[in-house]
T-cell receptor, first 111, second 117 residues
Framework: GDSVTQMEGPVTLSEEAFLTINCTYTATGYPSLFWYVQYPGEGLQLLLKATKADDKGSNKGFEATYRKETTSFHLEKGSVQVSDSAVYFCAPGGSASKIIFGSGTRLSIRP | KAGVTQTPRYLIKTRGQQVTLSCSPISGHRSVSWYQQTPGQGLQFLFEYFSETQRNKGNFPGRFSGRQFSNSRSEMNVSTLELGDSALYLC????????????????FGQGTRLTVV
């Protein structure tokens, strides 16, 4: 069945460091791919998405490229800020009867 | 445009009781999904409703049930509560059934934190 594997956390970085959170998936067909973010005490909100191969989603300095050949959708940011501290969820959608969420990666940024 | 509203935000119940949680979707959205979030299990899909019909269901016992009304508002009920039901319950609304339309975005509420003692 469809599944998603993302980098286990917690991930702790210093401010202005480079961030990569890995995500790979298995799915039938070519699903759209999403990254959601959950800030402390909040629900999830969409961070970015890509709907077809080689598409790059971007928002708030974060980027992720839909790699069909490696079935991956790694999240990157060149210079993280303290305000980026949150839990990040990778989620392929569209190929199954529901969106599958990854286990979440907790990111903590030190000032 | 108002977002997804979940009530109540916090709830404390005793083992064996039942509880009903409410979710009001974004205006115009006809699909409502429910998720259970716990530190150990992450985000697990409970069920999804579209136009008052349950379209998809996750792997939860029959104690977990839901329904959707004609105005798209949804309720989730858990009967005979167990300690392990303590979790953050998240509701998400979308225009279409999640998974049927490849780029359908889910909009989440802030959740209801249920504590069973």
């Amino acid at each position: 069945g469809d599944s998603v594997t993302q980098m286990e956390g917690p991930v702790t970085l210093s401010e202005e460091a480079f961030l990569t959170i890995n995500c790979t998936y298995t799915a039938t067909g070519y699903p759209s791919l999403f990254w959601y973010v959950q800030y402390p005490g909040e629900g999830l909100q969409l961070l970015l998405k890509a709907t077809k191969a080689d598409d790059k989603g971007s928002n708030k300095g974060f980027e992720a490229t839909y790699r069909k050949e490696t079935t991956s959708f790694h999240l990157e940011k060149g210079s993280v800020q303290v305000s980026d501290s949150a839990v990040y969820f990778c989620a392929p959608g569209g190929s199954a009867s529901k969106i599958i969420f990854g286990s979440g990666t907790r990111l903590s940024i030190r000032p | 445009k108002a977002g997804v509203t979940q009530t109540p935000r916090y709830l404390i119940k005793t083992r064996g009781q039942q509880v009903t949680l409410s979710c009001s979707p974004i205006s115009g959205h006809r699909s409502v999904s429910w998720y259970q979030q716990t530190p150990g299990q992450g985000l697990q899909f409970l069920f999804e409703y579209f136009s008052e019909t349950q379209r998809n269901k996750g792997n939860f016992p029959g104690r977990f049930s839901g329904r959707q009304f004609s105005n798209s508002r949804s309720e989730m009920n858990v009967s005979t509560l167990e300690l392990g039901d303590s979790a953050l319950y998240l509701c998400a609304s979308s225009l279409a059934v999640l998974g049927y339309s490849g780029d359908t975005e889910a909009f989440f509420g802030q959740g209801t934190r249920l504590t069973v003692v």
